[in-house]
């Protein structure tokens, strides 16, 4: 996937959607006010945004007209990564700003939230209703002896008690963190038990599929290994009643009291999220009140371009950072789109239909159910009202060209259709929406405001038109503030520092193009080497995955002992095809003609599944590490995996591996 392979857009904004966007009229406006370039479009803007660093963010806290009740000394009190100090002297808080739609009286009785689960739905939550809930929370939370920085977590599904208990916990300067409610036992503590939470809420269990899932087992373990905790919140999804010593919701969220908003410094920590911890512990991610409240502020008003009036629906679960992300609509007086379900009940185009009911005008997904609809010969425009859509936005993986002709085609010509690449690591885009310039298929739009991306070489020299290292040169507000638990910041630095001094390295293969569109290869740390030719996983995928014999691969470079390389390609088949001859010639051709030579595999492996992370990640390294002989217990934390068992299928071929090599027969 090169810019040389799409010349001409797929879609094109017209005149006057480039006029309405808001990041025109913030153009405009910055060029009055700020110095920003009236002219030259949004490479001008985006120059401006990393050139002029701090004029930037100053201009984006008073767009957004950011609260500080006290005021700041100086943007950027130091540019070093790690260690940059942002908006030093300032305090403010993020639930107030996510909850100050609700003091509009024309939109107060609007709703907030719309929550849709398998059964019912959208149900709505009013702006004042959410206000009041959170006043009420707050108050108990601070009865209960929660004071800033304490940690409180939530293990919770994605529905509006939990956006309540998150603003409560902000409102008061505690320090939110969650897991979905399908994480097990093993997996939630591996989390939170890192922070010592104070408080937790936890639903009795909760609903997916079609069926029913108790977890008051799982409650009673983590209650029982959770020795920090002073309150737990019995959320009765299932209706059973509070187990004894648990607090009951509806007690807590009954009061109509005003919520007092603690007002923190600028660094103040809002939340942590944990990386997959595919080969040790989770990382305990901290990002900070003021670093989200901007960032988030940037990204979905100026490049999701919502605002009042939209509805904001992302398919996501409280253990992913989307879910946090979606929240931060509120920010913009946006309602957003809580679905609890699963994302392919009753049939795989289920999303699209929560779309159509709750008249989502940014539709987001991943790249995968958008390629299963595709395969599943889904025609989400024909089978539903999909008029109000303005976007439809993926991530979790960079989504393949035919995803965008499927989408084009199938949802409407004029839809503007947004690949975004970022990471929980700053909980926010790198790269992707900007709805004033076109679409180019297999692309992603471009790099986002204040973000210095470029790609670079191993010389840490960057390069257009080639495959680099994605690095961001210039500091970001919503980098992590630190890790927990990590007092010298080694953990921290060696995650992101330790290839470019200074500079962040964050393990994704890009090509940035000379239009300024990026393309995402897959991970660098699983980086697929023949005869010193660099090639993305995630290329490779999208050549195979389009047989319609394929349901999923993983492709994996291994180091032999002996120097050699060996690249197996494993397969996950639709159902009914066979891993013959035929099919295997099939994709070794498919490979050779989309991409390269290089890239055909040195054999062809039928597998029962491909495992992935909880957050449904592809699980490359772990494999890699398998496959060169690690045991399951060193290569892999069992907790962020979703099918343990998938990973003995790769434990013993890489047994059977070593065996033949041990008897001088050929392991390939």
Known sequence: MTSAASPSPLWQPGADRIAAAHVTRFQSWAAERYGAPADGGYAALHHWSVTELETFWTAVADWFDVRFSTPYERVLGSRAMPGAEWFPGATLNYAEHALRTADDPARADEPALLHVDETQGPTPVSWAELRRQVGSLTAELRAVGVRPGDRVSGYLPNVPQAVVAFLASAAVGAVWTSCAPDFGARSVLDRFQQIEPVVLFAVDGYRYGDKEHDRTETIAELRAELPTLRAVVHIPLLGTPAPEGALDWSALTSADTEPVFEQVPFAHPLWVLYSSGTTGLPKAIVQSQGGILLEHFKQIGLHCDLGPGDRFFWYTSTGWMMWNFLVSGLLTGTTIVLYDGSPGYPDTGAQWGVAERTGATLFGTSAAYVMACRKADVHPARDHDLSKIACVATTGSPLPPDGFRWLHDEVAEDLWIASVSGGTDVCTCFAGAVPTLPVHIGELQAACLGTDLQAWDPQGE???????????????????????????????????????????????????????????????????????????????????????????????????????????????????????????????????????????????????????????????????????????????????????????????????????????????
């Open 462 to 668: 960057p390069v257009i038109d080639e495959v680099g290292e994605l690095v961001v040169t210039n500091p970001m507000p919503s980098m992590p503030v630190r890790f927990w638990n990590d007092p010298d910041g080694s953990r921290y630095h060696d995650s992101y520092f330790d290839m470019y001094p200074g500079v962040w390295r964050h393990g994704d293969w890009i090509t940035l193009t000379d239009r300024g569109s990026v393309v995402i290869h897959g991970r660098s740390d699983s980086t697929l080497n023949r005869q010193g030719v660099r090639m993305g996983s995630a290329d490779i995928y999208e050549a195979v995955e389009r047989l319609p014999e394929i349901r999923e691969s993983l492709v994996i470079g291994l180091e032999e002992p002996d120097g050699g390389y060996w690249m197996p390609l494993f397969v996950h088949l639709a159902e009914g095809a066979v891993l013959d001859d035929t099919l295997r010639a099939r994709i070794k051709t498919t490979i050779r003609q989309e991409l390269s030579p290089r890239h055909v595999p040195d054999t062809i492996i039928e597998v029962p599944a491909v495992p992935h992370t909880l957050t449904g990640k592809r699980i490359e390294v772990p494999v890699k590490r398998l496959l060169q002989g690690t045991e399951l217990a060193k290569a892999v934390n069992p907790g962020s995996v979703d099918n343990l068992e998938l990973l003995h299928f790769y434990e013993a071929l890489a047994r059977e591996r070593r065996e033949a090599r041990a008897q001088g027969v050929s392991a390939k």
